[in-house]
């Protein structure tokens, strides 16, 4: 699919039951300190996010900004401070002993750099075929090897039998990045969490990835998350956006809403800095990471407030809830409507 087949893809807000829920959830970490001065991090600050089959959500925002600890907390390995995360309504708070172990395989991550979630002395088959003997006993000997070179085929590599023998070290970026995509898929999750899946590989092979996880999504009705620090590409492959500051949803809608009609100044701030060919000179904004306030326990009002244009004092003092802005779109902004 091109870039302009897949933006030309109808845009719907979804009713559908949820498959995985995060609700007001908060995570915090120890920064430090001694027992009684300790500062606590406030990675997470009361977030909210639906994945529904078939579906993708891009989780969008700046180094540091939560999104990695967002897929952790879903993978279950970081608890929530405060908050609930539910998969098809129950709280995987509550998942032990096989319970737990299945939802392992319900749940699959795919990770920015492929070389390093691939044991570099094992071979591909190696990679494949250790998670299909632990989560689907059903399958044997040569049920096995036929799963794996179906696997590999429907990643797009072809012929399969050729990659089954081969280690990492001989594949390329893109092609281990399959790799990982296939092994994700041998325990044939419900929901897929894909961080930053293409920001290691060349530019040239980034949109076949895409494209492959477009398909994957669809022909196995995948609940995914799709994280990225690059808000272009979230319209390409997700049908909705939530953009994170902080720690803080401050934007949640359907993607081309978002990149279209940005209500949020900081989703405004990011679109201005996408390089834009029809402009002469692109406009990117200074960003530094160090822009970004560290949010801590004593930390109030609204984060982005250092670096917005339309910051009054209310907006030192509290953080506004959601104002709906559009069908399925909300911002947190005291000054949505300015
Ligand atoms: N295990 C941890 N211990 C302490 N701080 C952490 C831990 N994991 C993440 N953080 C902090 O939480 C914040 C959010 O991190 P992260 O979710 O990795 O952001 P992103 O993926 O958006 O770059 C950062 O300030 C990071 O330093
Ligand atoms: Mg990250």
New binding site residues.
């Given amino acids: 699919m091109s870039l302009a087949e897949l933006e030309a893809r109808p845009v719907l807000t979804s009713n559908a039951d949820p498959v995985i829920e995060m609700d007001e959830v908060h995570k915090e ?1 120890v920064l430090g300190g001694a027992f009684l001065n300790q500062t606590f ?1 406030r ?1 997470l600050s009361g977030v909210s996010l639906k994945l529904t089959r078939g579906r993708a959500l891009a989780l969008v ?1 700046e ?7 967002c897929a952790r907390m879903l993978a279950r390995a970081y608890e929530p401070s405060a908050g609930s995360i539910r998969f098809h309504g129950d709280d995987i708070a509550t998942f032990k002993g096989q319970r737990l172990q299945r939802y392992r395989s319900e749940v699959q991550m795919v990770f920015q750099d492929p070389f390093g979630s691939l044991n570099p002395t094992q071979s591909i088959g190696y990679h494949l075929e250790r998670p299909i003997r632990l989560h689907r006993p059903e399958l044997k000997g040569k049920a096995i090897e036929a799963e794996m070179l179906a696997l590999l085929e429907s990643v797009g590599l072809r012929p399969a039998a050729d990659y089954l023998k081969r280690r990492p070290h001989e594949l390329s970026g893109g092609q281990r990045q399959r790799v990982a995509i296939a092994r994700a898929l041998s325990v044939r999750p419900q929901v897929l969490l894909a961080d930053e899946p293409t920001s290691m590989l060349d530019v040239s092979v980034r949109l076949g990835i895409l494209n492959l996880l477009e398909d994957l999504k669809q022909q196995r009705q995948l609940a995914a998350l799709y ?1 990225t620090h690059d808000i272009a590409t979230a319209r390409y492959f997700a049908e909705e956006t939530a953009v ?1 500051y902080a ?1 803080h949803v401050v934007e949640q809608g359907p993607s081309q809403e978002i990149t279209d009609n940005p209500r949020h100044p900081y989703t405004q701030l990011l679109i201005e800095a996408v390089p834009n060919p029809n402009r002469k000179i692109a406009v990117v904004p200074g960003r530094r990471a160090t822009d970004i306030p560290l949010w801590t326990r004593s930390s109030r009002g609204c984060p982005f407030v250092s670096r917005c244009p339309r910051a009054t004092s209310v907006c030192k003092e509290t953080m506004p809830k959601p104002v709906s802005v559009g069908p399925g779109h909300t911002a947190r902004c005291h000054h949505v409507a300015s």
């Fill in positions: 970490f991090l990675a925002g180094s540091g900004s939560g999104k990695s600890t994280i994170m720690g």
